[in-house]
């Protein structure tokens, strides 16, 4: 191959300004097809969620059912009792979990509808409905809530969690949650909140990163000022 000379730090800079192919941040790329959220993209700082630790889907969804309609605190500590039902394992074990009897999820904490619902988590993992890790990096994002809904107590919104912060997807919008809905707002300087099927809309000048502005609109309700 040819010998290249390094460049200066200055022409550097020349040529990644000069040039247009050069990818930029998710963060960059809002604030420039919407100027107004600048000042919220510089008060937070840059946009933190990425691919992380491998996602079992199973184990994902089972914790999200667990922790629904509950405050952080308390839902944790219903977990890690779900948890310890299981000691040595790093991993759920689907055949496992439905072998359990209700009685033992109930005493952990669980209410009858949760039990109901992780034991056709549990079911449909075994049988297929629910797919593998490796299975879920080949789908589309509206693929997976198609089949990830199909488990009791599973809705769009928890499907929308586990793409955004589980599996990285940078275009879901969760028009639904109200802490976007709040967020945006508040962003915006708005007197009343939108509805989820306004937000929908409004939500198309910001794809492909959707799930970036989103956020964001979570980030703006950190505190007063919208600092992290």
């Given at each position: 191959m040819p010998k290249v000379r390094k460049k200066s730090n200055k022409q550097a800079e020349t040529a990644k300004s000069a040039s247009p192919h050069l990818p930029i941040r998710p963060e960059e790329h809002l604030v420039k097809i919407d100027p107004r959220l600048a000042?919220?993209?510089?008060?937070?700082?840059?946009?933190t969620v990425g691919p992380g630790k491998l996602v079992r889907p199973?184990?994902?969804?089972?914790?999200?059912?667990a922790y629904q309609q509950l405050n952080g605190k308390?839902?944790?500590?219903?977990?890690?009792?779900?948890?310890?039902?299981?000691?040595?394992?790093?991993?759920?074990?689907p055949?496992?979990?439905?072998?359990?009897?209700?009685?033992?999820?109930?005493?952990?904490?669980?209410?009858?509808?949760?039990?109901?619902?992780?034991?056709?988590?549990?079911?449909?993992?075994?049988?297929?409905?629910?797919p593998s890790t490796r299975a879920l990096?080949?789908?589309?994002?509206?693929?997976?809530?198609?089949?990830?809904?199909?488990?009791?107590?599973?809705?769009?919104?928890?499907?929308e969690m586990l793409l955004l912060f589980d599996l990285a997807r940078l275009d879901v919008w969760p028009a639904t949650d109200y802490g976007v809905l709040k967020g945006f707002t508040k962003t915006f300087g708005r007197k009343k909140l939108p509805t989820p099927k306004q937000l929908h809309r409004l939500g198309e000048k910001w794809r492909p990163y959707r799930s970036?502005?989103?956020?964001?609109?979570?980030r703006a309700l950190d505190n007063n000022d919208g600092r992290a």
């Open positions: 000042e919220l993209v510089e008060r937070v700082g840059p946009f199973f184990d994902a969804l089972a914790e999200s059912i308390a839902a944790a500590t219903i977990w890690g009792r779900v948890r310890a039902l299981y000691p040595r394992r790093k991993w759920l074990d055949r496992l979990v439905l072998a359990t009897p209700d009685r033992k999820f109930r005493a952990a904490g669980l209410s009858q509808s949760k039990t109901i619902a992780i034991k056709d988590l549990a079911a449909k993992t075994i049988d297929g409905t629910v990096a080949r789908m589309s994002d509206e693929e997976i809530v198609a089949r990830l809904t199909m488990v009791r107590g599973i809705g769009r919104w928890t499907v970036v502005a989103a956020w964001y609109f979570w």
